[in-house]
């Protein structure tokens, strides 16, 4: 489970500390539908300024490798 991270991350230690998080879209979706507690806690810390959330193409596709349509269809499904 990613929550651990965040449970340790959110420990007041912590609190200075600010990282970006980078989540492909595919696991994005799997996380909403079996763990929407995960994202509401990644939320929670982008608003407190904590998580800066890093995008890219949703399948973790090589983009140099696939036509250019598909590309940015990758980058806008994320």
Request: aromatic letters at 12%; hydrophobic letters at 40%; charged letters at 25%.
């Amino acid at each position: 489970s990613y929550l651990p991270f965040l449970d340790v991350f959110c420990q007041g230690r912590y609190d200075s500390l600010r990282i970006g998080l980078h989540t492909s879209g595919s696991l994005m979706e799997w996380l909403d539908a079996r763990h929407p507690e995960y994202l509401d806690r990644v939320a929670e810390l982008v608003a407190r300024g904590r998580i800066e959330v890093i995008g890219g193409p949703f399948f973790e596709p090589i983009l140099a490798m696939i036509p250019g349509r598909d590309r940015v269809g990758q980058i806008r499904a994320y």
